[in-house]
Nanobody
């Protein structure tokens, strides 16, 4: 069974940085569209970033453009999310997802992804 395991979450002050990791097993991250999502308490899950198979193309949600960067390390079979200039509104549970079964990678829609990790908490204080 496919496994996605996130790590790297934590607590940070506004303006700080964190790097999230998502280790994949049983398939190569470079072969599929992969994405990062987040969900704050009482809110719907929000698409943060997506990366196309091969890593040559990326897309970001409007709220994180210019601050977050999605990347992958094929040798480690790991997906990353570098988060800079963090804001309190970035607080939430962050999930990685893989393998779209409908739609397109660039829409970063949670309805399109098949496989999900368990999430890692990010808390940004003002």
């Amino acid at each position: 069974q496919v496994q996605l395991v996130e790590s790297g979450g934590g607590s940070v002050q506004a303006g700080g940085s964190l790097r999230l990791s998502c280790a994949a097993s049983r398939y190569a991250v470079s072969r599929y569209c992969m994405g990062w999502f987040r969900q704050a308490p009482g809110k719907e899950r929000e698409g943060v970033a997506a990366i196309y198979p091969g890593g040559g193309r990326t897309h970001y949600g409007d709220s994180v453009k210019g601050r977050f960067s999605i990347s992958q390390d094929n040798a480690k079979n790991t997906l990353y999310l570098q988060m800079n200039s963090l804001k309190p509104e970035d607080t939430g549970m962050y999930f990685c997802a893989a393998v779209i079964v409908r739609g397109y990678c660039y829409t970063i829609s949670d309805k399109n992804f098949r496989d999900w990790g368990q999430g890692t908490q990010v808390t940004v204080s003002s």
